[in-house]
């Protein structure tokens, strides 16, 4: 990890919280699993972070190379409850814990058994072409697909559902001797949600690799110190196998489930972004509001060291395709498109209409990017506390030491 800055993106939602939570004692995610399907290689964590293997970067491009253009990511949510009190669930490199363990929380505690964080210390690792061959094959099925955990455990009061998938059947349970299979659309017809131009799309795994896990941040104590949120994070991690600059990129879905009884207010989700562009040294972030990305870019044309990626070096960037929806009528063009309280919407015939903000919300692209120093005990360098992480998500420096 570099000594210049970390950087993260935010968006702005609300969402719900409680105060009363079983106690749990789960140990520390260890699974890892590498998302490699096209020209990117990089380690996938069960615990809210991604791109690095608790040591080392793993955000390999060109894949075999040993050039590497991230060094770690997480994902940062926070908000203020009824009495005024922050709750946040983030982290950096664990160093004082994490925030998150692997597993579906039981909907009645509000918490989770550390037996159930360890089995869901793991990923389910997937491809098109492998859920392909098992439907026409189904002696094929790998064990991933066999495992898939398309139900939640009834006895320990999960959701019904958990990953996406095809219910033969129609039974609504997931049994791979039935034919039911992870949940890709090999139609690549997609429906919207009523009365939206929005595509419905927690039901269906994206890519043609897709890692999918769960996590929540009722585990254990919060190493930020913060109180738990009550949140049940489902992800996906996936990548497309292309001829073009999509071979390039790995995405990233989170379906944030609130499994808590009160309201949270401003609430904040975003992405917390350790760009190390091969030597780090020379390092630059910035971004591109229009496009609700941050980047990092090389100072000069040559980056140096075995490390570097040479002469005429690369950037990488950080994009946000959908968010959260928006406050209706806060008169803020919340998906930079120009249209304040509306939304451009494109039909399956291509006729665009602009539907107003009471009919469909906007949804929220990056509301804040900041930048901290790799320091310590400065109000621009690393988050110290629940309260600096929610500073940093807010894109604002800290007080304490100003």
Not at 117 to 140: A, G, M
Not at 176 to 183: E, F, K, Q, V
Request: one cysteine or more.
């Amino acid at each position: 990890m570099k000594a210049l800055e970390k950087i993260c993106l935010t968006l702005i939602s609300l969402l719900v919280t409680n105060y009363a939570f079983s106690q749990s004692s789960c140990a520390p995610t260890t699974a890892q699993s590498d998302l490699d399907i096209n020209n990117v290689r990089t380690t996938i964590l069960v615990g809210g972070d991604m791109w690095w293997d608790l040591t080392s970067p793993k955000y390999e491009i060109p894949k075999g190379s040993n050039k590497h253009s991230l060094y770690a990511g997480s994902l940062w949510i926070g908000g203020i409850d009824a009495g005024g009190q922050i709750k946040v669930a983030a982290q950096t490199y664990r160093q004082s814990g994490t925030d998150f363990w692997g597993g579906a929380i039981d909907t009645v505690q509000i918490g989770i058994s550390a037996s159930k964080c360890l089995q869901y210390d793991r990923h389910w690792n997937v491809s098109k072409t492998e859920v392909q061959d098992f439907i026409n094959d189904p002696t094929t099925a790998t064990n991933d697909i066999k495992s898939w955990p398309g139900n939640g455990d009834p006895t320990s009061n999960e959701g019904t559902y958990l990953a996406p998938f095809v219910d033969v059947n129609g039974d609504g349970t997931y049994d791979y001797t039935d034919g039911d299979y992870p949940g890709y659309n090999f139609s690549g017809v997609y429906p919207a949600a009523p009365g939206t131009c929005k595509t419905v799309c927690n039901d269906y795994l994206f890519g043609d690799q897709t890692i999918w896990w769960v996590f929540n941040d009722v585990g254990n104590i919060h190493g930020t110190g913060s109180d738990p949120i009550g949140l049940e994070i489902r992800a996906q991690a996936f990548a497309f196998q292309t001829n073009d600059e999509i071979n390039n990129m790995t995405f990233y879905k989170y379906q944030i489930i609130n499994r808590s009884t009160n309201t949270l207010t401003q609430t904040y989700f975003g992405q917390w972004v350790d760009p190390d562009l091969g030597n780090s040294i020379d390092d630059y972030v910035g971004c591109d509001v229009g496009r609700g990305l941050g980047f990092c870019y090389n100072g000069d044309a040559d980056d140096e060291t075995a490390s570097g990626y040479g002469i005429n070096p690369p950037a990488v960037g950080v994009d946000f395709f959908q968010g959260p929806l928006a406050d209706m009528l806060d008169n803020i063009d919340n998906d930079k498109d120009g249209c304040v309280d509306c939304t451009f919407c494109t039909d399956s015939a291509g006729v665009v209409s602009v539907i107003p903000d009471d009919v469909l919300r906007e949804q929220i692209i990056m509301s804040k990017f900041m930048k901290y120093d790799n320091v310590n005990n400065s109000p621009i360098g690393n988050p110290n506390g629940f309260t600096d992480f929610y500073n940093y998500l807010q894109g604002i420096f800290s007080m304490v030491n100003l």
